[in-house]
């Protein structure tokens, strides 16, 4: 895992990336193109982008359906026809080919002029439901809201309202007789922009045969009229038509994880519990109120939801050090946040916020320190993937002492250590300049924020760090060097709170201080100091041979140009397994002038390191569980090295 953000990273990457999604066979798409009254030639490029990037779709596209839908083995495979066509007939071969394969179960998904084509085919108008005939039509391009009406459906279900979504608004459809079409989506056809002054149909899902039909009239896009591309550029458009087809498809839709609202087979060991259940808002309350608000908050398929008003909700139950994580989505161009650590006190609710909002859409999106993910007002993210508004996204909030991180969809976005000189300076610029305890490691409630905007939340759940069994201790004891023992011939000797180790001419091979006592999951922190310089590294979950050699990972301490420092190698094994090369920030990390802060975390497979407060090794790896930790001072002509205050967090596996 490379190419890991920075805390101290100021420009901000966005990449905007599809829902995430379990693993899966890919869907084989068609998109029937090649004719239509509109801007095909830039339509449908478009539409196969949306399925391509969502990573759910093996996308082909014709332009010529007369050919194409004739040959039927062309369609050997097909899950769902996508239809960006209005033109000429595509003859009786192919007509039947297509609808033949829609009545065995291959699905239909009809993008806005579709529903102009092929007057007089009664099958095709069955097939689609709701046309565009004689009297239909539309005002002027303009934005309006989309307003789900029916959430029963896995298109709507979790599908926040589209909001100012550019487009034209069809009104006045058509209904084929003997069409099944069901509105799950509507929008209201104001008078003043042209329309009828009634509620329309924007998304509807039918049937015909065994194939299932997703139908929406919006996605208009002019020839010679670029300005109506916003039409498909839309994140929610793009958002609807991926659900929308993959529905026609298999008759579900991917969205955030798998399985919500549970504890999994590899969390439950390691205490991890749920904050919200899907069903009730047990476990909360409103701020300052003994029970949950009367409005504003709701629990929507699974999914805890919040509209608008009323208040802020935040947990009963306090905790220090924790693990959070939840998936969220929002509507488009809204601004929200989860604050940890809040005290219980008068006034507002004052702790450190992880941002949940739609940076596209709003007007935070060039401050990066209210960007998605950020740490409000104090600390901006690195490199992100953040999903179209309306999917969701899955994060994480660690916090450990004065140590925190937030993570986005898999990635860690930025860390922050409570109290540091960074922090220190950041908060004096801040509005939090007047709490001297902010995001200090004290109790404090989990708060989803009321911003007056639609938020969606579920699989809300947290381990506490600090159970019992969690212990940090020194590993300096006595006068002495007592609890260690050398391997190697170089010196090691304790002054205070320091060892020293140090090597000269004639040492050959490399000399270890190893820990008597092993461990397995734990966070390692010790200051380090290059006295002379060498070449040295920490060893940890390390092992010895018989013939005396130490192996096991090492974190290491590079005092070359090469600049290495704070990656991951595995001594007397396989060699390096995350080195820095790709990495100038990592690199930039180590100062081998003055004192380095190096810490090591060991959570399982999961193996991290930072030096002075920056990630440099993040690496999933299955070779040692348990084992030494050991300072290591390598053969050469010089070298010494200062460890100060070497101590262990043990936590509970």
Not at 147 to 176: F, G, M, Q, V
Not at 202 to 219: A, D, K, N, Q, Y
Request: charged share 25%; proline share 4%.
């Amino acid at each position: 895992m490379r190419h890991l953000p920075r805390c101290l990273t100021l420009c901000v990457l966005i990449s905007i990336v599809a829902p995430a999604t379990f693993a899966q066979q890919r869907i084989s798409a068609l998109i029937i193109s090649g004719a239509n009254n509109h801007d095909w030639e830039w339509t449908t490029p478009s539409l196969e982008s949306i399925l391509s990037e969502s990573g759910l779709f093996d996308v082909r596209v014709t332009y010529e359906p007369s050919v194409t839908l004739a040959d039927a083995a062309e369609l050997e495979g097909v899950e769902v026809f996508v239809l960006d066509y209005n033109g000429p007939d595509w003859g009786e071969e192919a007509r039947a080919n297509c609808l033949s394969a829609v009545r065995s179960g291959v699905g239909v998904s009809v993008i806005h002029a579709a529903d102009n084509a092929f007057k007089g085919w009664t099958e095709y108008e069955t097939l689609v439901g709701d046309l565009w005939r004689a009297g239909t039509g539309h005002g002027r391009f303009h934005s309006f809201d989309v307003t789900i009406s029916r959430r029963d459906h896995p298109i709507t279900d979790t599908l926040p309202t589209l909001l100012a979504h550019p487009d034209e608004l069809y009104h006045k459809l058509w209904r084929a007789p003997g069409a099944n079409s069901e509105v799950l989506a509507a929008a209201h056809s104001a008078k003043e922009s042209g329309g009828t002054g009634a509620a329309e149909p924007m998304i509807l899902v039918g049937s015909f045969g065994e194939g299932r039909m997703f139908r929406t009239p919006l996605g208009h896009v002019w020839r010679g009229a670029g300005d109506s591309h916003a039409s498909h550029l839309d994140p929610q458009f793009r958002n609807l038509v991926v659900r929308g087809t993959e529905w026609a498809a298999t008759g579900r839709v991917t969205d955030g994880l798998e399985t919500p609202n549970q504890i999994g087979a590899a969390e439950a060991p390691g205490g991890w519990r749920l904050l919200f259940d899907g069903e009730t808002l047990d476990g909360w309350r409103g701020w300052n109120k003994d029970g949950v608000p009367d409005q504003g908050w709701d629990v929507v398929n699974g999914c805890l939801r919040h509209t608008q008003g009323g208040g802020d909700l935040i947990t009963t139950d306090t905790f220090t050090d924790f693990e959070l994580a939840f998936e969220w989505k929002v509507a488009r161009g809204v601004n929200s946040g989860v604050k940890y650590r809040v005290p219980a006190r008068k006034g507002g609710p004052l702790g450190p916020e992880y941002q949940i909002l739609d940076d596209p859409g709003t007007t935070e999106s060039g401050n990066p320190l209210s960007a998605a993910a950020a740490l409000y007002a104090m600390i901006p993210t690195g490199d992100r993937r953040l999903t179209h508004a309306g999917a969701f996204n899955q994060s994480r909030i660690l916090c450990r002492g004065n140590h925190i991180e937030h993570w986005l969809n898999g990635t860690l976005v930025l860390t922050a250590e409570v109290g540091s000189e960074d922090w220190e300076a950041r908060r004096a610029r801040s509005k939090f300049s007047k709490d001297a305890d902010f995001a200090t490691a004290q109790p404090g409630h989990v708060l989803l924020q009321d911003h007056g905007g639609e938020v969606w939340y579920r699989s809300i759940r947290l381990r506490e760090l600090d159970t019992p069994g969690t212990q940090e201790i020194s590993l300096l004891s006595g006068e002495g060097l007592e609890g260690w023992r050398v391997v190697g011939v170089a010196t090691y000797r304790r002054e205070g709170d320091t060892i020293v180790g140090s090597v000269g001419d004639g040492l050959k091979g490399n000399a270890f201080l190893c820990t008597e006592q092993e461990f397995g999951d734990f966070v390692f922190d010790v200051d380090l100091k290059v006295e002379a310089v060498g070449n040295s590294g920490i060893q940890f979950r390390s092992h010895q041979k018989d013939n005396g050699v130490v192996f096991g990972y090492q974190a290491e301490i590079d005092c070359s140009k090469r600049a290495w420092s704070g990656g991951i190698y595995d001594e007397s094994r396989r060699g390096w397994l995350d080195n820095l090369e790709d990495d100038p920030a990592a690199q930039a990390a180590f100062q081998l002038e003055g004192w380095n802060h190096y810490r090591i975390e060991a959570v399982g497979e999961h193996l991290r390191v930072w030096v002075n407060g920056v990630l440099t090794a993040d690496l999933m790896d299955s070779g040692d569980s348990e084992g030494f930790i050991a300072l290591q001072v390598h053969g050469g002509s010089s070298g010494t090295f200062r460890w100060r205050d070497p101590r262990v967090r043990i936590l509970d596996r």
